[in-house]
């Protein structure tokens, strides 16, 4: 099955990894580029994973998980090898309604983790359905050497524009010409989308 592509809006929104090897760094470090709320729970904790508590001030808590640990959440990352442990979490967030990745385990999952390219306000992502994180990832880097390097400052001015002129169809037509003459401009086989 694959997965519907959505951007969430983490703001407010609390989330929850469990476990703190290296998996769990790398959800950490991807959730860092939308969010600070985020609490770890796990016994042990790596090199990596601690500088990214002290350097972000992130909540941790030195233990196992337990039932109840879900409670306020919007999101659970279940980063630990332990399926057993991967299931009582899914089973505990289906209970409150709270949405959980199991690391490898598509089938604990309620939404996985793309390859993303974040630049500014712009986020490109990738997927495979969790059939080949390794391909998206790879695809990622041959993506984004395509990327101009003035993307951020164009998407100020895309943004500057929409805030400063009524919405309506004259807002509409100044940012699709913008959009237009700027990916021609750097893509310059692509004609009208």
């Known amino acids: 099955m694959s997965f519907f592509p959505a951007f969430l809006n983490l703001e407010n929104k609390k989330i929850l990894v469990v476990g703190g090897g290296k998996i769990a760094g790398d959800k950490i470090s991807r959730l860092l580029n939308f969010t600070k709320d985020i609490t770890i729970i796990s016994p042990k904790i790596d090199t990596r994973v601690k500088n990214l508590i002290e350097n972000h001030s992130l ?3 030195e233990r196992e998980y337990q039932k109840g640990d ?3 959440f919007f999101i659970v990352v279940a980063a630990v090898d332990d399926i057993k442990i991967q299931e009582a979490i899914f089973k505990e967030a289906k209970e409150l309604k709270v949405l959980v990745n199991s690391v490898d ?3 604990f999952c309620d939404f996985i983790f ?3 390219i974040k630049r ?4 490109i992502a990738f997927s495979t359905s969790g059939i080949s994180p390794s391909f998206s990832k790879y695809l990622k880097k ?3 050497s395509l990327i101009p390097e003035n993307i951020e400052t164009f998407l100020k001015k895309l943004k500057s524009i929409r805030e400063n002129m009524p919405k ?6 100044v940012l ?3 959009a237009k003459e700027y990916i021609e401009k750097y893509f310059k086989r692509i004609k009208d989308v």
């Open 120 to 123: 500014g306000d712009l986020t």
């Open 70 to 72: 879900l409670k306020d």
């Open 168 to 173: 309506g169809k004259k807002r509409r037509t």
């Open 142 to 144: 041959a993506f984004e």
């Open 176 to 178: 699709d010409k913008e």
């Open 114 to 116: 793309p390859s993303f």
């Open 59 to 61: 909540t941790y808590k």
């Open 105 to 107: 385990s598509t089938d």
